[in-house]
C-alpha cells in the first residue's frame, strides 16, 4: 500500500486558514487521495478526496501536486470544533478497496 | 450522515465468551468493513465484505470471524473473546466504486473484555 507521512501534530489559530501538508510520494496513476478527520472517539468523518485536480468541497480544499507525490488540505476558517486528528490516505483501488490508516496530524485549533 | 447503525454501543464481557457485533446499513451499499482502534495503533482493518456471502482478511483477523447473509447486514464474531480485543469497533460501508467513491463510518462499538 501507498504510504503517507504527516506531521504528528500542529497548533492553528481560530479563524485563520489551516494547511495540512502529507507527502505521498509512492502513490500509483490510478490511486486517490482521502482525507478523514476523528474527533475525538467518534467514527471517522469524510473530509474530501482527489485523484489528480484540486478539489472543494463545503468542508475544504485539497490541492494536489502536479506530480501526485504530496497534497495539502486547506480548512479555509479553521473553528474550534475543527480540532481533531486528521489522516490523509492513499487508497489502492485493489484489494478490497479500503483505507489503510496511519498516525494522521492531531490538529489544535486555539481561540 | 450516512444510514449505519452498530450495536450494542457498549458492552462488556467476560474473556472467554462469544460476542457478535452489528453493523446495519440502509444505503445497499456493497462493501462493508470492521475495523478496530486501539490507542498507538490508529484504525486497523479487521475483515471486509464485497457482497453478500463474500468476505475477505484484514490485517488483524485472527481471533474474529465475520458473516453477511444480507447486503444491509455484516456481522463480527469473536468466537472467544481475549482481553486484548478490548478496543473500540467500527463498521464502515462503501458503494464498491473503485477507488472515487467515499467510505463511510459508524460510530462505534466499545468492547470491553474482563
Known amino acids: 500500500d501507498a504510504k503517507t507521512t504527516q506531521p504528528p501534530s500542529m497548533d492553528c489559530a481560530e479563524g485563520r486558514a489551516a494547511n495540512l501538508p502529507c507527502n505521498h510520494s509512492?502513490?500509483?496513476?490510478?490511486?486517490?487521495v482521502y482525507w478523514y478527520r476523528q474527533i475525538h472517539s467518534q467514527g471517522p468523518q469524510y473530509i474530501i478526496h482527489?485523484?489528480?485536480n484540486n478539489e472543494t468541497n463545503e468542508m475544504a480544499s485539497l490541492i494536489i501536486t502536479e506530480d501526485r507525490k504530496s497534497s495539502t488540505l486547506i480548512l479555509p476558517h479553521a473553528t474550534l470544533r475543527d480540532t481533531a486528528v486528521y489522516y490523509c490516505?492513499?487508497?489502492?483501488?485493489?484489494?478490497?478497496?479500503?483505507?489503510?490508516f496511519g498516525g494522521g496530524t492531531r490538529v489544535l485549533v486555539k481561540p | 450522515d450516512a444510514g449505519i447503525t452498530q450495536s450494542p454501543r457498549h458492552k462488556v464481557t467476560e474473556t472467554g465468551t462469544p460476542v457478535t457485533l452489528r453493523c446495519h446499513q440502509t444505503?445497499?451499499?456493497?462493501?462493508m468493513y470492521w475495523y478496530r482502534q486501539d490507542p498507538g495503533h490508529g484504525l486497523r482493518l479487521i475483515h471486509y465484505?464485497?457482497?453478500?456471502?463474500?468476505?475477505d482478511k484484514g490485517e488483524v483477523s485472527d481471533g474474529y470471524s465475520v458473516s453477511r447473509s444480507k447486503t444491509e447486514d455484516f456481522l463480527l464474531t469473536l468466537e472467544s473473546a481475549t482481553s486484548s480485543q478490548t478496543s473500540v469497533y467500527f463498521c464502515?460501508?462503501?458503494?464498491?466504486?473503485?477507488?472515487?467513491?467515499?467510505?463511510?463510518f459508524g460510530e462505534g462499538s466499545w468492547l470491553t473484555v474482563v
Open positions: 509512492t502513490i500509483s496513476g490510478n490511486e486517490y
Open positions: 465484505s464485497y457482497g453478500v456471502k463474500d468476505t
Open positions: 444505503e445497499n451499499h456493497r462493501y
Open positions: 482527489g485523484l489528480k
Open positions: 490516505i492513499v487508497r489502492v483501488p485493489a484489494a478490497g478497496n479500503k483505507l489503510t
Open positions: 464502515a460501508i462503501s458503494e464498491g466504486r473503485m477507488g472515487g467513491d467515499t467510505i463511510y
